[in-house]
């Protein structure tokens, strides 16, 4: 079935250093995907929207320039968290939908980040 | 307020036992509905979809009442492998999904 894969799941970073995040979808093409960022016992919060070829739209409260989102091709997108800080440290999780597979929005294995 | 909101819980019941989540949701335009389980720092799951006219998938009943804007998830004889935080997750005319803060389940032998 579907597959979406993100890597690495779990990295741990200096404060001030840049982490890149990437999640693929493995036999799908998407050309939307999804990141949401999960601090420990809160919900599942959508950061942006990853579009293939353009750029990305963010929610409010995201800043775009320490959250820099790439989808340069129909199966892999990139998160960057750059100038991490101790704040930043938390669980990202990317989706992403499957062109004609019906609604099924299916989710990456998450990846631990922990800045110290 | 939060856009969809659940009891946090947790919910602890004995194996056997049904229990019954609810969650709210404050956006009429929502346009469809799902129940995700999420294990401890894995990622969510679906669980199932939920519908106006209701469903069933063995042992778990989703309920939507769109008039009320609520959500339930009903879970009949429930196992230990059910322990988990369920997440109430609706979604408008996009693929954004929104998601509560989850009703976590503990169930013991």
């Known amino acids: 079935g579907a597959v979406v894969s993100q890597h690495p799941s779990r990295v741990i970073c200096k404060s001030g250093t840049s982490v890149k995040i990437e999640c693929r979808s493995l036999?799908?093409?998407?050309?939307?995907m999804f990141w949401y960022r999960q601090f420990p016992k809160q919900s599942l919060m959508l950061m942006a929207t990853?579009?293939?070829?353009?750029?990305?739209?963010?929610e409010q409260g995201v800043e775009k320039d320490k959250f820099l989102i790439n989808h340069a091709s129909l199966t892999l997108s990139t998160l960057t968290v750059t100038s991490a800080h101790p704040e930043d440290s938390s669980f990202y999780i990317c989706s992403a939908r499957a062109l004609g597979v019906g609604n099924t929005i299916y989710f990456g294995e998450g990846s631990w980040l922990t800045v110290v | 307020r939060k856009e969809v909101e659940q009891d946090p819980g947790p919910f602890n019941v004995p194996e056997g036992a049904t229990v019954a989540f609810n969650c709210t949701y404050s956006n009429s335009a929502s346009q469809s509905f799902f129940w995700y389980r999420q294990d401890c720092r894995k990622e969510p799951k679906l669980l199932m979809s939920?519908?106006?006219s209701g469903n069933e998938d063995g042992r778990f009943t989703a309920q939507l009442n769109r008039a009320s804007q609520y959500i339930s998830l009903l879970i009949r004889d429930s196992k230990l492998s059910d322990s988990a935080t369920y997440l109430c997750?609706?979604?408008?005319?996009?693929?954004?999904?929104?998601f509560g803060t989850g009703t976590r389940l503990q169930v013991f032998p």
């Open positions: 036999d799908f093409q998407a050309t939307t």
């Open positions: 990853s579009n293939e070829g353009s750029k990305a739209t963010y």
């Open positions: 997750v609706v979604n408008r005319r996009t693929d954004k999904l929104i």
């Open positions: 939920v519908y106006s």
